[in-house]
């Protein structure tokens, strides 16, 4: 082979390696293949539920060249609250490993899944870690066999205690239910010992009771207790009626089945802690009772000893009906403590009606909402947000706790109306603080689900961006946006089918204010910002390589082919003889 055209194949294969290694990874959908382009298992596997902590995961290159400044995202799948969600790889050789620090506050306990968003690359699949939350004991029943006895009768009382954490209460003492009763009535057997409760796990008592000899009200007060789980009490009424003297001597054997109806107590506490930003989910287990499921809350500052109170309510005395010309499943009371509305940032209620009731009653599915009650009711954003082959599930956002009913509109042979997004915060105009922005969105007329790539009308997603860039997409109401510049800035909200195609007319904006504390403002002002040059794109990189490669092959025509009769390349030595001969 020539000097030349060993030269000219040098060339070719500096600019192709040039070329061949600059090229983006293979990408793809969703999910990572992690034998050709990352792998990610979990570091950490258990966090406590309600504590800010770090979750680590490890993420391997499974591809043949290296990564540079690889963008990650923690993934928002509804369990956690995150500071820092986002964490960008400076190098990843080929093959080779890296740890990744998240700090995340975990809302919800049990298995759950974590994913990580590999740039625009893919998502790797990291696997699930268990969250734990400490023990924690309620009563979430108390009822008696009768609510009215005669002097003398018998009738039962039945509990169910219930321990709401993943770790076990009772561990440490085991767990006692004490029954004990007011003047009128007395109690055999006060005492329970109920031992353990494994985490999520129920256990159920009985007392036996025998009413007093004259008329009096029994107050029943049971009080549950374990170490780990701390306490509950929860009371209930029994009235004691007088026998009239023509029945006297039969009252005793007839008392039992005196009972006019079930008196059962409904009211379910839970007691927490909440941080100032920081979403707070709180499970409520009595659904049979209200259809309430969970309240998840947000606190503008730090709050400790909140309580929060559901119970089966009412309608509110002289109050219209919340739904005119429609059904109510249930009314709610709930009340609170050591918190008011003005220090809640968001109150999220969510609920469930079974299907066989929609069915009975002839209600539209779509058309079921939460109604709240201050001075008259006002109608709640409602989203239905899943369903299963026994429930219908729903959420709204309300601006504070007090009395709701759960009601539904009658099914109406009618054209179905168009889907309605509604972006629910920020509001138009509004100034936030911070850096991270909650959008929260609510649709009407159709089922959120998550995209399955077939168009199913009546069911869909949301797709959420601010300023055009940082695309989300789910089938949730909430999406959490960080690290967002201060300045005006605009959400663009839309709803889109199982295939991502659009729902016409339900794109909505809304444009807002960003700022920073006056602090945070102070120390930017006078720390020093190095601007990082924006990344070349694919494009730039091949047009660069490109005018490379053709002013090599320029050089190389020049030189060393055009140029042959212009240069002598005659040895030196019969260079030096011709001039010396001319001479």
Request: glycine share 8%.
């Amino acid at each position: 082979m020539t000097t030349k055209k060993i030269f000219t194949a040098a060339v070719v294969l500096v600019l192709a390696t040039v070329l061949f290694s600059s090229v983006g990874f293979a990408a793809c959908d969703t999910a990572c293949n992690s034998g050709s382009q990352y792998s990610c298992s979990l570091t950490t596997t258990t966090m406590a539920k309600s504590t800010s902590g770090t979750l680590t995961v490890a993420i391997t290159n499974q591809q043949a060249q290296s990564a540079s400044n690889l963008a990650t995202t923690l993934q928002d799948l509804g369990w956690f609250t995150g500071t820092t969600t986002t964490s960008t790889i400076s190098s990843l050789q080929a093959s080779a490993s890296t740890s990744i620090d998240y700090t995340i506050t975990p809302t919800s306990d049990g298995a759950q899944s974590v994913c990580v968003r590999m740039g625009s690359t893919c998502t790797a699949d990291c696997g699930s870690i268990t969250i734990t939350s400490p023990a924690s004991l309620s009563i979430t029943s108390l009822t008696t066999s009768a609510s009215s006895v005669s002097t003398s009768g018998s009738f039962t009382a039945s509990a169910t205690i219930y321990n709401s954490g993943t770790e076990t209460a009772g561990s440490t003492t085991a767990i006692t239910a004490t029954l004990s009763s007011s003047s009128g009535c007395t109690v055999s057997g006060a005492t329970k010992t109920v031992g353990t409760l494994v985490g999520k796990e129920s256990n159920s008592q009985s007392w036996t009771l025998t009413a007093g000899s004259s008329a009096a009200t029994c107050t029943l007060t049971l009080s549950a207790s374990g170490s780990a789980g701390g306490s509950d009490s929860e009371t209930a009424t029994v009235t004691v009626t007088a026998a009239s003297s023509s029945n006297a001597s039969s009252s005793s054997s007839s008392s039992g089945s005196s009972a006019s109806s079930n008196a059962t107590t409904s009211k379910e506490t839970k007691a927490f802690s909440t941080s100032a930003g920081v979403s707070k989910l709180v499970t409520f287990t009595q659904q049979s009772a209200t259809g309430l499921t969970d309240i998840e809350l947000k606190t503008a500052a730090a709050k400790t000893g909140v309580q929060i109170s559901a119970s089966s309510g009412s309608k509110p005395s002289g109050a219209p009906d919340p739904a005119a010309g429609g059904t109510v499943y249930s009314y709610i009371e709930l009340t609170k403590t050591n918190v008011t509305d003005a220090d809640l940032s968001l109150v999220k209620i969510k609920f469930r009606v079974p299907k066989s009731w929609a069915a009975s009653n002839n209600i539209d599915p779509l058309k079921v909402s939460l109604y709240r009650y201050t001075s008259s009711w006002d109608k709640l954003l409602t989203t239905q947000t899943s369903a299963d082959a026994t429930y219908y599930y729903y959420e709204a956002v309300s601006p504070g706790l007090s009395t709701f009913a759960v009601a539904g509109e009658k099914i109406v042979a009618a054209t179905p109306a168009a889907p309605v997004l509604t972006i629910v915060s920020p509001a138009a105009g509004a100034s936030v603080v911070g850096t991270t922005v909650d959008v929260v969105l609510s649709a009407s007329g159709v089922r959120l689900a998550a995209p399955n790539g077939s168009a199913v009308e009546g069911e869909g997603h949301f797709h959420v961006w601010i300023d055009d860039g940082n695309e989300q997409r789910g089938a949730k109401t909430t999406f959490t946006f960080e690290n967002v510049a201060p300045g005006q800035h605009t959400v663009r909200a839309e709803l889109h089918k199982g295939d991502h195609s659009l729902y016409l007319d339900t794109t909505k904006t809304v444009t807002f204010t960003l700022t920073v504390p006056a602090e945070e403002t102070a120390e930017e002002t006078t720390a020093e910002t190095t601007e990082q040059p924006a990344p070349l794109d694919a494009t730039t990189l091949i047009g660069i390589v490109v005018l490379i490669l053709a002013v090599g092959f320029g050089v190389v025509h020049h030189y060393m082919i055009k140029g042959k009769k212009k240069y002598d390349y005659r040895p030196v030595r019969q260079v030096y003889e011709y001039k010396h001969n001319k001479k």
